[in-house]
């Protein structure tokens, strides 16, 4: 465990929001032209040109009639946020595990030698919402079990919410490959009309099929991962507010601060993607204190 910043004097504490800083998700985008590229390179490959996949009523047709059945099928509120939120996709905005057990170990440090009323100047400082009303709740003298029951009743309403979310997408992605069969079979109609011009057919089912690949292409390379990062994002979170919930219950506890760090260890673990976490050393005695 990183013991930077922990060691701090009476008083007030130095701000600690326990966010990481906003910065571009570099995967995302890498992901989106390694896809792209991919279709692209085939086509290429194959003699195809891009101009043969231009076909602006094609577009009109998947994406007009995806749009539209997804307004039928959700409230126009739910895809609003649900497109707020997808701007997951490109900027990381995510509680930090590490700098969090920090912060909650300096605040139980801090309960320990001034009590819970202490809190009162810190919490303003606080930039997580859900810390900042349970470390409220947690200076005005609630229990931990009933400040651990309000965080956990408040995840639960916002997961669902999260979920919703990923459901919008979901649900369009499903239906962008029908609306891509109906432009073909549309397209192929009109081939049908005009069968007297045989030397036009094999050009007009070529054209029908585009649709088709509209409807795939913007399912499963669009939609369909933007559904993957929001649920991916939400658990994410969940992750997040339960590590701040047992450390509001330890800290109303006045919890040791070594038996707090070690607690809280596995969800540090989580985060990192190398070596799991080193378990903190004993503690001295001026850290019983």
């Given at each position: 465990?990183?013991?930077?910043?922990?060691?701090?004097?009476?008083?007030?504490l130095?701000?600690?929001?326990?966010?990481?800083?906003?910065?571009?998700?570099?995967?995302?985008?890498f992901?989106?032209?390694?896809?792209?590229?991919?279709?692209?390179?085939?086509?290429?490959?194959?003699?195809?040109?891009?101009?043969?996949?231009?076909?602006?009523?094609?577009?009109?047709?998947?994406?007009?009639?995806?749009?539209?059945?997804?307004?039928?099928?959700?409230?126009?509120?739910?895809?609003?946020e649900?497109?707020?939120?997808?701007?997951?996709?490109?900027?990381?905005?995510?509680?930090?595990?590490i700098?969090?057990?920090?912060?909650?170990?300096?605040?139980?440090?801090?309960?320990?030698?001034?009590?819970l009323?202490?809190?009162?100047?810190?919490?303003?400082?606080?930039?997580?919402?859900?810390?900042?009303?349970?470390?409220?709740?947690?200076?005005d003298g609630?229990?931990?079990?009933?400040?651990?029951?309000?965080?956990?009743?408040?995840?639960?309403?916002?997961?669902?919410?999260?979920?919703?979310h990923?459901?919008?997408?979901?649900?369009?992605?499903?239906?962008?490959?029908?609306?891509?069969i109906?432009?073909?079979?549309?397209?192929?109609?009109?081939?049908?009309?005009?069968?007297?011009?045989?030397?036009?057919?094999?050009?007009?089912?070529?054209e029908?099929?585009?649709?088709?690949?509209?409807?795939?292409?913007?399912?499963?390379?669009?939609?369909?991962?933007?559904?993957?990062?929001?649920?991916?994002?939400?658990?994410?979170?969940?992750?997040?507010?339960?590590?701040?919930?047992?450390?509001?219950?330890?800290?109303?506890?006045?919890?040791?601060?070594?038996?707090?760090?070690?607690?809280?260890?596995?969800?540090?673990?989580?985060?990192?993607?190398s070596?799991?976490?080193?378990?903190?050393?004993?503690p001295?005695?001026?850290?019983?204190?």
């Amino acid at each position: 465990m990183n013991s930077k910043g922990l060691d701090q004097k009476p008083g007030r504490l130095k701000p600690l929001r326990g966010l990481k800083p906003l910065r571009l998700e570099s995967s995302t985008l890498f992901g989106f032209v390694l896809a792209f590229g991919g279709v692209y390179a085939a086509l290429t490959l194959q003699g195809g040109r891009i101009e043969d996949l231009l076909q602006l009523p094609a577009a009109l047709l998947v994406v007009g009639g995806t749009a539209g059945a997804v307004l039928v099928t959700m409230p126009l509120k739910s895809i609003q946020e649900a497109l707020r939120k997808a701007r997951a996709l490109f900027v990381e905005d995510r509680i930090d595990a590490i700098e969090s057990v920090e912060l909650i170990t300096r605040l139980v440090k801090k309960v320990r030698r001034s009590g819970l009323t202490s809190l009162e100047q810190d919490i303003e400082s606080i930039q997580i919402p859900l810390l900042k009303r349970a470390l409220r709740l947690a200076a005005d003298g609630l229990a931990a079990p009933v400040v651990s029951d309000y965080m956990r009743l408040e995840i639960r309403i916002t997961r669902k919410h999260l979920e919703r979310h990923a459901r919008v997408f979901e649900a369009a992605g499903g239906y962008a490959p029908t609306l891509g069969i109906i432009g073909a079979v549309l397209g192929l109609i009109q081939v049908m009309k005009h069968l007297d011009q045989i030397a036009m057919v094999g050009h007009g089912i070529a054209e029908a099929f585009v649709s088709t690949v509209y409807g795939l292409a913007f399912a499963n390379l669009i939609l369909l991962p933007i559904a993957g990062r929001l649920r991916a994002s939400a658990a994410q979170w969940v992750e997040a507010q339960e590590l701040l919930t047992d450390g509001v219950a330890s800290l109303i506890e006045r919890m040791h601060p070594f038996i707090l760090e070690t607690r809280l260890g596995p969800y540090i673990s989580q985060q990192q993607s190398s070596s799991p976490p080193v378990p903190p050393m004993a503690p001295t005695n001026s850290e019983a204190a």
